[in-house]
T-cell receptor
Framework: DARVTQTPRHKVTEMGQEVTMRCQPILGHNTVFWYRQTMMQGLELLAYFRNRAPLDDSGMPKDRFSAEMPDATLATLKIQPSEPRDSAVYFC????????????FGPGTRLLVL | RKEVEQDPGPFNVPEGATVAFNCTYSNSASQSFFWYRQDCRKEPKLLMSVYSSGNEDGRFTAQLNRASQYISLLIRDSKLSDSATYLCVVMASWGKLQFGAGTQVVVTP
């Protein structure tokens, strides 16, 4: 049963610290997405990659967030420096471009910035 | 105005009853439509795609009305395990999903 995996599942950090979240997409999927979910804003698309190339990061605060895909099996989302307003659940999802059927989400990283 | 709007609920449904709810979307160029289900503190999971002709998956029926730009989901013979938040999802171009805020369904014994 192929799944998207994310680490860490939970992260508590202090304001100003760097946070790195990792995602392993489903093998064979060529598109990877980063979402953020909060009670106030719901699910927001931060960035996505196709074949490891960034396609759209317009949803991401540019000054402190960065997303990369160093290889086909790893996507990273970094926040530096973190702020309390970054507290949210960060989901990674993957899919295969052109295929009908939506995206498959990982379990999320629950981030709390104090 | 949000691109995808849903009634947040909650819809309180007795076990065995039928519940239906809609969502509306603003982008008439939207190409694909989905319902996702999200349980408390879990990730969204794809429930079903929504096709123009309407489609059924067991107790779940989805309908799409392009002219009026709304999508509906009907759940028949509700089970306790159907309690969740149902997210309406619209895709204008492949990959860029717009999520509604979700409709909460609570099935009671």
């Amino acid at each position: 049963d192929a799944r998207v995996t994310q680490t860490p599942r939970h992260k508590v950090t202090e304001m100003g610290q760097e946070v790195t979240m990792r995602c392993q997409p489903i093998l064979g999927h060529n598109t990877v997405f980063w979402y953020r979910q909060t009670m106030m804003q719901g699910l927001e698309l931060l960035a996505y990659f196709r074949n490891r190339a960034p396609l759209d990061d317009s949803g991401m605060p540019k000054d402190r967030f960065s997303a990369e895909m160093p290889d086909a099996t790893l996507a990273t989302l970094k926040i530096q420096p973190s702020e309390p307003r970054d507290s949210a659940v960060y989901f990674c999802a993957s899919g295969q471009a052109g295929q009908v059927g939506g995206q498959y989400f990982g379990p999320g990283t629950r981030l709390l910035v104090l | 105005r949000k691109e995808v709007e849903q009634d947040p609920g909650p819809f309180n449904v007795p076990e065995g009853a039928t519940v239906a709810f809609n969502c509306t979307y603003s982008n008439s160029a939207s190409q694909s439509f989905f319902w996702y289900r999200q349980d408390c503190r879990k990730e969204p999971k794809l429930l079903m795609s929504v096709y123009s002709s309407g489609n059924e998956d067991g107790r779940f029926t989805a309908q799409l009305n392009r002219a009026s730009q709304y999508i509906s989901l009907l759940i028949r013979d509700s089970k306790l395990s159907d309690s969740a938040t149902y997210l309406c999802v619209v895709m204008a171009s492949w990959g860029k999903l717009q999520f509604g805020a979700g409709t909460q369904v609570v099935v009671t014994p």
